[in-house]
């Protein structure tokens, strides 16, 4: 069992930055792939971006340029750095993990961007 926990949302005017972290209850983060998923109200949730065991990363394509995910080196701690935010990134951000034994989710952190 892991546990996910992020933190960090906040509001943010359009055009500002914020950092979302994700602290898990032990060291998984350098051994499993990881991803940042994004659930606007009324939709499904979706992929925002993703690193996997050896460091290469991957981003949707509304992100791209902006968002940049990464970890600590102890493994614990992943991070969504988020640039030029606009309204259309309003959500509530997940982290996730995928564990060889399953998927396991943080519980999410809103993320409010105003105009």
């Known amino acids: 069992q892991v546990q996910l926990v992020e933190s960090g949302g906040g509001l943010v005017q359009a055009g500002g930055s914020l950092t979302l972290s994700c602290a898990a209850s032990r060291s998984i983060f350098r051994a499993n792939t990881v991803a940042w998923y994004r659930q606007a109200p009324g939709e499904e949730r979706d992929f925002v971006a993703g690193m996997y065991p050896n460091g290469v990363t991957k981003y949707s394509d509304s992100v791209k340029g902006r968002f940049t995910i990464s970890r600590n080196n102890a493994g614990n701690v992943m991070y969504l750095a988020m640039h030029s935010l606009t309204t259309e990134d309003t959500a509530v951000y997940y982290c996730?993990?995928?564990?060889?034994?399953?998927?396991?989710w943080g519980q999410g952190t809103q993320v409010t961007v105003s105009s």
């Open positions: 996730k993990a995928v564990m060889p034994y399953g998927d396991y």
